[in-house]
């Protein structure tokens, strides 16, 4: 069940990250400095992905180990 439930906060990450990319999109040529600031959660999104992901296989791992 745990496992079930890091998975889908790691897809929740991609979720924001494609909803950033959304707002960077509108925000482009009304207000820059926004769209700046979404980037930044686009990337922010991408690295928590990623990081979850791994730690959720090593976790996983651990546990098929023991």
Known sequence: M???IYRLFEYAYIVMALFSAYLV???WDTNRNR???FAFFI???LFMFF???NFR???ENRN???
Do not use: I, Q
Request: aromatic residues 14%; charged residues 40%; positive net charge.
């Open 2 to 4: 745990g496992s079930k």
């Open 25 to 27: 999109y509108t925000n």
């Open 35 to 37: 769209a700046y600031l």
């Open 43 to 45: 990337v922010v999104a």
């Open 51 to 53: 990081f979850k992901r």
């Open 57 to 59: 296989k090593k976790l």
């Open 64 to 66: 098929d180990k023991k």
